[in-house]
């Protein structure tokens, strides 16, 4: 049984689990099985259909070689058990001693396993493609061969059989081509396309219908997902007239779902009136508790920054390339000889020009932050 049941993702942090190295040799003998099949325990998911797995080593060299050869599972969760594996990354200098070996890897579904049977029987399954391949292959000259690969390439790709058809027609008959064996090719565009020394030319052209580009007449685009989903699959996604208050409403709790609404009607003339994003944060309330907060996000030509319940809130600005504020703090990197007051009056004057209503809000902050000179 594999480690994803029929599609589905059911890992549990420290699970004892198997891995396939992705840069598994399928023509290895039994005796190098122990560099491919990896041992860990799940860390976390990484969405995607990805798990990070921390590695782990045995912590006697005799034990190691025992291990290898035999991957009995018994005895390999027992030693998890005893601390006789350990994790890699808990051995001083590892990293330096073993540059080639990670401490953990991020690995697709398809490569982890809950025995060393299954592991195994995916190495053979793969050793057994890789061995009728290597056959059909000792039946082909090596023109045959690299013209099977190219041809592979470009249905990946989604070319037709009539277009991969005229590609070999071509190649057969094209003076200026190399050998099949030193070409380079590449489908880029609307364009099958090959290299030279002086770079990457037209081939042949791919009749492909234009795109039309959609017209939507609605105001925003939406997408929400759920806050524990690291695949991020949208429960709400596309364009809408729904305003992202009402939005907010349904969706805004921060604990259950992310919330990003991008605004069409933004543009750069009317930046300081039209927002160019809502989302929903999580705060404190009077209380101590834990509540949402519906965040309005604008961008101006220098920067942004954005509004929640009346007040500001996250906000990155630079004035020119030494001078920059954020919530944090003020930036100086030129020499001068302004004391802070007036360095704050300054930047006042250029932050006015620049935010326009919210300008009270700005300058509540200014007098607050820290200056930082670095000259």
Not at 102 to 120: Q, R
Not at 149 to 157: F, I, S, V
Not at 251 to 261: A, T
């Amino acid at each position: 049984m594999k480690a994803f049941r029929e599609g589905r993702r059911n890992f549990k942090p420290d699970e004892i689990v198997y891995v396939i190295d992705d840069s598994l040799d399928c023509q290895c003998d039994i005796s190098d099985i122990g560099d491919i099949i990896l041992y860990g325990k799940v860390s976390s998911y990484c969405g995607y259909g990805e798990y990070y797995i921390d590695l782990y080593t045995p912590i006697e060299s005799i034990f190691t070689d025992y291990l290898i050869t035999f991957l009995d599972d018994d005895s390999i969760r027992k030693a998890f058990r005893e601390g006789f594996l350990i994790p890699r990354s808990s051995i001083k200098d590892w990293k330096k001693l073993h540059p080639n070996m990670p401490t953990g890897i991020h690995v697709h579904k398809d490569k982890i396993f809950y025995t060393s049977n299954e592991a195994l029987d995916e190495i053979n399954r793969q050793k057994k493609i890789a061995e009728k391949i290597k056959e059909r292959h000792s039946h082909m000259t090596e023109e045959e061969i690299c013209m099977e690969e190219d041809t592979d390439y470009l249905k990946r790709r989604g070319l037709s059989k009539s277009e991969i058809k005229k590609y070999v027609s071509l190649v057969k008959t094209a003076d200026y081509l190399p050998e099949i064996y030193d070409l380079l090719i590449r489908v880029h565009g609307d364009e099958v396309q090959w290299k030279d020394e002086s770079g990457w030319k037209t081939l042949m052209e791919l009749n492909r219908p234009k795109k039309v580009e959609e017209v939507h007449t609605e105001k925003y685009y939406i997408n929400v997902y759920h806050i524990c989903d690291a695949d991020k699959k949208p429960i709400l996604i596309g364009y809408t007239n729904l305003s992202p208050e009402s939005i907010f409403e349904m969706y805004g709790d921060p604990r259950e779902y992310v919330m990003n609404i991008a605004n069409k009607q933004w543009k750069i003339e009317d930046a300081l009136t039209t927002p160019i994003r809502y989302k929903n944060e999580i705060t404190r309330n009077e209380n101590g508790e834990f509540v949402p907060l519906f965040v309005t996000q604008y961008q101006i030509e220098k920067g942004t920054f954005e509004i929640a319940n009346g007040k500001l809130r996250n906000f990155d600005i630079s004035i020119d390339s030494k001078h920059s504020i954020n919530q944090f703090w003020i930036s100086v990197l030129s020499n001068t000889s302004l004391n802070d007051q007036e360095i704050r009056e300054w930047f006042s004057k250029k932050i006015k020009n620049m935010v326009g209503d919210f300008f009270e809000l700005f300058q509540e902050e200014i007098e607050k932050l820290e200056i930082r000179k670095d000259f």
